[in-house]
């Protein structure tokens, strides 16, 4: 039987960073990492510019092969985990190989969800998770005209911009009344939307789909509304769910993701859990949430190999506090936090219609919450820390509120250790 001290399954931005993290630590121990992927580890953020042309699939690696040789790590493509056996510390390849394992890592990551819309699974469609399907993609696009995006969450609203980039005339339906209502409110999606409607793209909001057809030269989807729209090509983007499958027959427990502790542990003895597939403390409140965010991937995987390595300078995982920096169509959008004001919350906001330009800061007891923008100069990693740090922005409240990026770093500047 196959031996390796840290099996890494996953090799995204959880694994990877776990990787680094162990050998910063341990220089000698075998690493073994296994990805699904066939191709080198990339990011899922770069896809959508695969698919309008703007990337090549071979020029987006996020680590090379000569990295993993130079770690003395032990890369495996092409393959997965199917089942694990706890007791004996094994995991089973889809490819029939096994392997023993003294410490583990899933680093899975998440599929995308397929909503039960009649007449879907009878038509051809695509999804844009993997960099086989933006390749896919990329080459149906080529073929077609038009396209339906289901879904106005970051795949496809990213999707949607690139199709039309790739010149592709674009209709987004999506159920909710508003674009990205996981990341902004109301009025800065409208300044989203706007941009989007500019950009000659149909916005559809409101209203799901009951029905989709296949027809000769594409497809049909059928609204709620009773409104019909064709088009050449489908992408269904309507959220994603982390891979699960192989836990079958373990004893780790999972409710929406794999449940975990603040040292990324499952309660299984030698597994830990990391990024998409991690459902992991909150920060805001006492309980474990899914944040499928790059930064929360980077973070949870430093953190599940410091507690694999018993590294000293381990610091419990402090909980989820989303970040994205979303840019569309030339303008960028930055959400940090919260972003829709709860009990106690003070909400100060500016809205420039006229430059597109808009902020929103949200505070309580003098502490940041959250804060969202578009077309403000803004650093969202120095956000994410003053909220992290619990910073007390009494002594500079109105300065901060007038600049928060100048005040922000210079915050940081006096406070970062």
Same mark, same amino acid.
């Given at each position: ?88 510390? #094994? ?53 077609? #005209? ?64 009951? #029905? ?72 805001? #409140? ?132």
């Amino acid at each position: 039987m196959n031996q390796t001290h840290y099996l890494i399954a996953g090799a995204s931005h959880a694994g990877l960073e776990a990787v680094h993290r162990i050998r910063l630590v341990d220089e000698t121990s075998s690493i073994t990492v296994v990805t699904r992927d066939a191709q080198l580890p990339y990011s899922p953020t770069i896809l959508p510019y695969v698919v309008s042309g703007q990337s090549e699939p071979n020029r987006v690696v996020l680590r090379n092969a000569d990295y993993f040789k130079s770690q003395d790590v032990n890369l495996i493509t092409g393959n997965e985990l199917i089942a694990i056996n706890e007791a004996d510390q #094994k995991v089973t390849l889809k490819s029939g190989e096994e392997w023993h394992y003294e410490k583990l890592l899933l680093a899975t990551g998440a599929d995308p969800i397929i909503p039960p819309i009649p007449g879907l699974a009878e038509t051809p469609f695509h999804v844009l998770r993997t960099m086989q399907d933006a390749v896919n993609l990329r080459t149906h696009a080529g073929n077609a #005209k038009t396209a339906i995006v289901l879904g106005a969450g970051l795949i496809g609203m990213h999707g949607a911009e690139n199709l039309r980039h790739a010149g592709l005339d674009v209709t987004i339906v999506e159920m909710c009344d508003q674009v990205l209502p996981g990341y902004f409110d109301t009025q800065a999606a409208s300044v989203i939307e706007s941009a989007f409607n500019s950009n000659g793209i149909h916005m559809l909001m409101g209203s799901g789909v009951i #029905k989709v057809e296949s027809l000769d030269s594409g497809c049909q989807a059928t609204l709620e509304n009773g409104q019909t729209v064709q088009a050449d090509l489908l992408l269904v983007a309507t959220g994603v769910k982390p891979k699960l499958d192989y836990l079958s027959g373990t004893s780790i427990q999972t409710d929406q993701g794999i449940l975990v502790d603040r040292t990324m542990r499952t309660d299984a003895i030698n597994i830990w859990a990391a990024g998409d597939v991690a459902q992991a403390a909150d920060f805001y #409140k006492d309980e474990q949430v899914m944040m499928g965010i790059l930064p929360n991937a980077v973070n949870q995987g430093a953190i599940a190999a410091m507690d694999m390595t018993e590294d000293e300078a381990l610091q419990p995982y402090s909980g989820g506090v989303p970040i994205n920096t979303y840019t569309f169509f030339g303008q960028q959008a930055i959400s940090v936090g919260q972003s829709v004001a709860g009990e106690q919350i003070e909400t100060l906001s500016r809205v420039d219609d006229a430059n597109q330009r808009y902020l929103k800061i949200l505070l309580k007891d003098n502490q940041l919450q959250g804060i969202s923008s578009i077309n403000e100069e803004m650093d969202a990693g120095i956000m994410w820390q003053l909220i992290l740090r619990k910073i007390d922005l009494t002594p500079v409240k109105d300065a901060f509120i007038a600049q928060p990026l100048e005040t922000g770093r210079a915050l940081m500047s006096s406070t970062w250790r």
